[in-house]
């Protein structure tokens, strides 16, 4: 369950949420659109708890958190595999499973490969691996099918459909694929607040 | 092929640089003043070969390398404090900053009342060490990325795995670079100090009686050995990062 009341959050002079409310109940899957720089990732990283909102509250309800970033944010000095085996446990019992996931993604060859050695789209899912291995009942997704192949997005796409399902989802995003394909809710960012499409 | 060739340029710079010592001192011809090479080279190998000569250098190894581990534990430490809590960084800035332009020379005579001459050289080495490792590990935890700490609490990571796989990677090459100013620092800034405090076993204590008692020669052999022992350390640290930098590509996962 996630919960905004009032919530109001500046970067500087400039508001980028004012009074915002959100409610999202446990297992809905919502998407947040809008222009770039509208406040999207600014939502998920408040929900993430890495942010503090300026006013109001935010309230999270959740046993196990999975963020798959915009930016990857791989460790550098570990391969793909031990990237997702991380957020497994991090021991030499759990790397099969790390990399069942990268085969899932359609990365087995990269496993073993650090972050610089992949490409753009190839780190990307990665990230996606490492947010769904993570298992968690709540799922954030900030622009997930971005620099992803076209031939690729489709069943990326399925994959994050089929583990969706009974977990609660915020997404964020401009791609109306991925809005069509993941979310139930859709909400468009106007004057300052993210409203029912 | 690149690396005998390189050391093959190096030993060549090192023959150049003993020639003109060799010239210098055949010209000047005063053995008193500047000995030749080969009667430091047979002092030396006189040296070597008595028990004394390895017992005083391995007590002034011991006592320098112990000042200078302590040094870096508690540069990495002060480091992590001070990275994590502002108040501390604002306290102890200053002191840091005064220890660090204080000559060695005022440090030696000062600690000379307050503890005794063994110790001295090992609480120079600490002193000498603690700011340069602290200086640059503060640096390379300010430097690691934001962006990667907060992914390390989104996931819940133990403080011992953001330390270990997010700080320890980040941060390891300042302090290797650190680690690798201090060898010199340290050899020499001990070596400096039991000049000047003397302790019964260690080399500073060899030194200044080969300059009381007009031995030259002892002088120069004891010199070459310090020069010898500072390149041998930095070469078996190099060897060690080289290793350590092997194991980790080759382990990967490292656990």
Redesign the interface.
């Known amino acids: 369950m996630i919960r905004f009341e009032k919530v109001a959050l500046f970067y500087g002079e400039k508001a980028v949420l004012q009074d915002m409310d959100l409610h999202i109940p446990p297992g809905a899957h919502v998407a947040l659109t809008g222009p770039s720089g509208c406040g999207k990732t600014t939502v998920l990283s408040l929900t993430?708890?890495?942010l503090r909102p300026a006013a109001g509250e935010v309230r999270v309800r959740a046993n196990k958190?999975?963020?798959a970033?915009q930016?990857h944010?791989l460790?550098p000095?570990?391969?793909a595999a031990?990237n997702v085996?991380?957020?497994l446990g991090?021991?030499?019992a759990t790397?099969p499973l790390a990399r069942h996931w990268l085969d899932m993604m359609g990365i087995a060859d990269g496993a073993?490969l650090l972050p610089a050695e992949l490409s753009g789209g190839m780190r990307q899912r990665v990230n996606l691996a490492?947010a769904l291995a993570?298992d968690g009942d709540l799922l954030l997704l900030d622009e997930p099918l971005k620099e992803l192949d076209p031939d690729r997005r489709g069943s990326v796409l399925s994959l994050l459909r089929e583990h969706a399902a009974g977990r609660t989802v915020l997404l964020a995003t401009h791609d109306r694929e991925e809005t069509d394909a993941l979310a139930e809710k859709v909400l468009v960012y106007r004057d300052g607040r993210f409203l029912p499409l | 092929m690149r690396r005998s060739a390189t050391t093959a340029k190096s030993l060549g710079a090192l023959a150049f640089w003993v020639g003109v010592w060799a010239l210098l001192a055949v010209l000047v011809n005063r053995p008193l003043l500047l000995p030749a090479p080969w009667a430091v080279a047979a002092r030396l190998i006189r040296l070597s070969g008595t028990a004394d000569f390895w017992h005083v250098t391995a007590v002034s190894l011991g006592r320098i390398m112990l000042g200078a581990a302590l040094g870096v534990l508690a540069g990495v430490a002060t480091a992590v404090a001070t990275g994590r809590y502002r108040f501390l960084n604002t306290v102890l800035s200053p002191l840091l900053s005064v220890i660090r332009a204080t000559p060695v020379a005022s440090f030696i005579l000062l600690a000379l009342i307050w503890v005794g001459r063994d110790i001295l050289p090992c609480l120079i080495v600490f002193l000498m060490v603690l700011p340069v490792v602290w200086g640059n590990v503060s640096v390379g935890v300010a430097a690691t990325d934001r962006q990667l700490l907060e992914m390390a609490r989104v996931y819940r990571l133990s403080r011992w795995q953001i330390a270990k796989r997010v700080y320890g990677p980040s941060v390891g090459p300042y302090l290797l670079s650190a680690c690798h100013t201090s060898l010199g620092l340290a050899w020499k800034s001990g070596v400096a100090a039991e000049v000047l405090t003397m302790p019964a076993l260690s080399i500073g204590r060899r030194l200044y009686e080969s300059k009381l008692y007009m031995e030259m020669t002892d002088l120069f052999a004891w010199t070459v050995m310090v020069v010898t022992c500072s390149i041998l350390l930095e070469k078996l640290f190099t060897a060690l990062i080289r290793h350590l930098g092997r194991r980790r590509s080759m382990g990967g996962q490292g656990l």
């Open positions: 993430a708890g890495l958190l999975a963020y970033f930016e944010r460790l000095w570990r391969t031990e085996n991380l957020v991090d021991t030499a790397l073993d490492r993570r």
